[in-house]
């Protein structure tokens, strides 16, 4: 165990060493470039400065530096505050109206299944009934009528007679 944490140490060490050296290369190369030059050293007068301005403020006045970024702060945080509430408000919008439209949408799903359900049994009945009324007009438990003229059976939404129907 001891061996292992060496190692990662080891490798960590490389590694950060590496990342330094490429970070100092990198920087070396960029500053060969004279507009990368001039861009630096006026970034850098620029934060210099600032820096200085914001100090002199600290020194000359700190209690007024300090009000300053309380307010600043006490802006932000109730901008963010009403934000937050803002978001809330939004999000339980959406939520209670996409809840309540996906649990009326399920509820009626339910309610088409089911009534399908229904009329699909209520044909098969109305079938049995159809089928035992045949049979006792023709006196024959087992007969079905293949010759007789006007005993089409059709299937629904088929608009060609009974294929076992011969004319």
């Known amino acids: 165990m001891q061996t292992t ?5 080891e490798k960590n060490g490389k590694l950060v060493k590496g990342i330094l050296v490429g970070a100092i290369v990198g920087g070396a190369v960029a500053m060969l470039d004279s507009t990368t030059r001039n861009k630096v ?10 820096s200085q301005g914001f100090y002199t403020r600290v020194k000359e006045n700190p ?10 702060i006490q802006s932000a ?38 009534t399908a359900k229904e009329a699909g049994e209520d044909l098969k009945d109305i079938g049995s009934k159809v089928k035992d009324a045949g049979q006792e007009v023709s ?25 076992n129907t011969t004319l």
């Open 5 to 9: 944490t060496t190692v990662n140490e």
């Open 41 to 50: 050293r006026s970034t850098a007068g620029n934060v210099k400065s600032s």
């Open 63 to 72: 209690s007024e530096v300090k009000d300053d970024w309380m307010d600043r």
């Open 77 to 114: 945080s109730t901008v963010l505050k009403e934000a937050m509430n803002d978001a809330q408000s939004l999000y339980e919008k959406v939520n209670d109206e996409v809840v309540d439209q996906v649990n009326q949408v399920k509820e009626d799903s339910t309610e088409v299944l089911s």
């Open 139 to 163: 006196g024959d438990e087992g007969y079905e009528p293949t010759n007789v003229p006007g005993s089409e059976t059709r299937t629904p939404g088929s608009t060609s007679a009974n294929p």
